[in-house]
């Protein structure tokens, strides 16, 4: 097995049990979930993130070092029949039962945990709503609490329902919601939140195209008393016209579905940063969706809300200003909806840099200062920004640094963006002569001279115009929209340490925009009415060498360790093994090109014994991998059956400890083989 040595040491903790002496407790998953389970039969997986903190953790130790390459299929349980193909949810385990959604209708199943079995499924009836969905079959899981002792599973749907149901049966919550005029609806569990936004809509066919669209992408938050929903727009690429709907955050009482709150995310008149609205923009523009997963603080009546860009990525010259709260952490009082504090990580986003992935919860022991409860949002652009959790107050200073002007005509961007000080950047930023492959003089060469026809630049680097004066193909935006870090590959963290874990792959974007009318022809159904004066045409052609190798330097994907107490890099490791299409490539012949990573962000789980992750072997084999939590030293691997291609989690049912892999239209559950014994299990 090989091992990865640290690159930048960093102070490594112990599990720091003794904290509690100073009257001071560490944010344990069980400290900061009182709702999960935890004795020696069960360990839960209460939400999408394992937790409210959103820190992917598991206390579950039957799975060690020593027995790890044991690791068996103990099931797979397969979503063909309702059309699952994306692998984007991830299954919540409580009270005895296995969770999930499946396939573009969103249906809701539950599953037998020891067998894989199905034991009841859910789906509401067909709308028009629901059909024209872009985010269909992104549901990514359920929320689960209970009400007098039973067990409710919540969900909100590609049409903009919010659904609650008896977590024992599947059917429709009694007492909840109310009858929608919609034929085949149920009398009651369900709730109609367009009725909620304050948009005139047509209850079958939803918002009209020419005002906006709106959907969901992720499940609600249950938080005390409270569903809090975020929600999603179409793509930003996929517009061409300024009209859209803000993506407000609604609020819901979780027994009777009654609406509690709303909060603009585009600041109405008199509100918290409507002045950031510029050109009455306000009045039109939409967006500011929470399509990434939200994290709460229940003990404080907190929700975080990560959001993305206004309306039309890569071109926001007729919403001059900062344009809060897009892409922004928000901080919001649960029972009231109230702004408590946010941050905004790019003002006037035009790079598609929307904040991907839930932020992470962790309570810090910073040297000098002592403990402090802190939330990391991890980001595209390949930032770690980290605040006080309830103050907002950035835990290492922030710096306003000058980036590029754009050159496209109207627009006006931002002077100053913020960059973090701590900590150091997970990715590539910017992309500059020296991030250029260097293996042989040869691919140095061609890759200068195939640079030539891109516009270079720092990060933030501005998209061009497809008339610019260089004559340019296309600017480059590194790391592009797809990150950094992605919400294809969450972070974990280990609460015991205040580890943070971040998958990443070192890929740029390439953009260059044309005008709003000539952009729209390639849009099959637009929102809105108004051209712009520019936007998103199809993908520009990114840089290609002769040889199919990558234009940058490894690695092309990794795993990056904080040490969030220090704000240091404790490790950073390839992720995966290098590609035969690297490594045996003729262009490198006789060349060591080392561990590059599989170019994909990996998967990835902490447990109480280790770090698990997913990747490919050279030649594309699936393998689940095992890492030390503090050196990224490898532990062990394993062949799995298929591709994971979004977050894993692990819980222990009837004593035993089970990784669930997501993997497309399955989730495939490994185990050790006393996991698979007949009888108890036991």
């Known amino acids: 097995m090989k091992s990865h040595f640290p690159l930048v040491p960093g102070k490594i903790l112990s599990r720091l049990p003794k904290l509690c002496s100073l009257g001071l407790l560490l944010a344990l998953p069980q400290a900061v979930l009182s ?20 820190t992917r953790y598991t206390s579950a130790d039957e799975i060690t070092a020593d027995n790890f390459e044991e690791l068996d299929v103990a099931w797979e349980w397969d979503g063909s029949s309702f059309g699952g193909y994306s692998g984007r949810s991830t299954p919540t385990y409580v009270d005895g039962k296995l969770f999930t959604v499946s396939g573009p209708r969103r249906n809701v199943v539950a599953i ?40 409710v599973v919540y969900i909100s749907t590609p049409g903009f329902f919010l659904v609650a149901l008896d977590a024992e049966t599947g059917s429709p919550l009694e007492g909840f919601g109310g009858q929608i005029p919609v034929d085949g609806f149920p009398e009651t569990g369900v709730v109609d939140m367009l009725a909620d936004l304050g948009h005139p809509y047509d209850v079958y066919e939803g918002i009209p195209l020419e005002t906006g669209y709106i959907t969901t992408s992720s499940p609600p938050i249950v938080v005390n008393d409270t569903v809090i929903v975020g929600n999603s727009a179409e793509q930003g690429y996929l517009q061409a016209r300024v009209e859209n709907v803000p993506g407000d955050i609604l609020a819901y009482d979780k027994n009777t579905g009654a609406f509690k709150w709303k909060f603009n995310v585009i600041p109405r008149p008199g509100e918290y940063g409507h002045e950031t609205w510029e050109n009455d923009a306000w009045q039109w523009t939409g967006d500011v969706s929470s399509w990434a997963p939200l994290t709460a603080d229940p003990e404080n009546n907190i929700v975080y809300i990560p959001t993305n860009p206004p309306t039309i990525d890569y071109y926001g010259g007729f919403r001059p200003g900062d344009n809060l709260f897009g892409t922004s952490v928000i901080a919001l009082n649960t029972e009231t909806g109230e702004r408590i504090w946010h941050y905004q990580t790019v003002k006037h986003d035009v790079w598609n840099y929307d904040n991907p992935s839930p932020p992470v919860m962790l309570d810090l022991n910073i040297p000098g200062r002592g403990v402090i409860p802190a939330v990391a949002e991890v980001t595209k652009q390949g930032f770690v920004y980290t605040f006080n959790r309830m103050t907002g107050e950035p835990i290492w200073p922030m710096e306003m640094r000058e980036v590029p002007a754009s050159n496209v005509p109207g627009e006006k961007l931002a002077t100053t963006q913020p960059f973090p000080t701590k900590p150091p950047p997970f990715e590539m930023q910017g992309l500059t002569e020296d991030d250029l492959i260097d293996f042989t003089p040869e691919l140095r060469r061609e890759a200068l001279e195939v640079m030539a026809s891109y516009q270079m630049g720092p990060l933030f680097n501005p998209p061009i115009h497809d008339t610019n004066a260089a004559g340019k193909i296309s600017s480059a935006m590194c790391p592009g929209d797809g990150g950094g870090a992605n919400i294809y590959a969450p972070p974990t963290a280990d609460p015991t340490s205040g580890f943070l874990y971040v998958a990443s792959a070192n890929a740029c974007s390439w953009q260059q925009v044309m005008p709003g009318e000539e952009a729209d022809t390639f849009i099959d159904e637009p929102t809105g009415t108004t051209f712009a004066a520019y936007a998103n045409g199809p993908r520009t052609r ?29 490790f950073r490791i390839p992720a995966g093994e290098t590609p035969d299409r690297v490594r045996n490539n003729p262009a490198v012949e006789g060349v060591d090109v080392g ?3 599989s170019g994909s962000a990996p998967s990835m789980v902490t447990t109480a014994n280790m770090l698990v992750y997913a990747s490919v072997d050279h030649d594309n ?8 939590k503090q050196t990224g030293e490898e532990l062990g691997r394993i062949e799995v059956p298929a591709t994971t291609r ?3 989690s692990s819980w222990v049912h009837e004593g035993h400890q089970y990784i669930i892999l997501q993997t497309g239209a399955k989730l495939t559950a490994m185990a050790l083989p006393a996991a698979m014994a007949t009888g108890d299990g036991h």
Not at 36 to 52: A, F, H, I, K, S
Request: aromatic share 14%; glycine share 12%.
């Open 542 to 570: 990114p840089p290609r060498l002769s040889s199919g190798l990558p234009y940058v330097k490894p690695l092309y994907s990794s795993i990056t360790a904080y040490n969030m107490n220090t704000g240091e890099i404790a």
């Open 595 to 597: 561990d590059t990573g």
């Open 112 to 151: 037998d945990p020891k067998t894989g079995e199905t034991m009841w499924s859910y789906r509401l009836p067909n709308t028009g709503r629901w059909e024209y969905s872009m985010r269909a079959s992104y549901g990514k899981g359920i929320a689960y609490d209970r009400i007098n002792g039973k067990g």
């Open 35 to 54: 709702q999960n389970v935890v004795n020696d039969d069960t360990v839960e997986w209460y939400t999408l993130g394992g937790d409210y903190a959103h």
């Open 621 to 628: 084999t699936p393998l689940l991998y095992a890492v030390d």
């Open 646 to 648: 979004y977050g894993m």
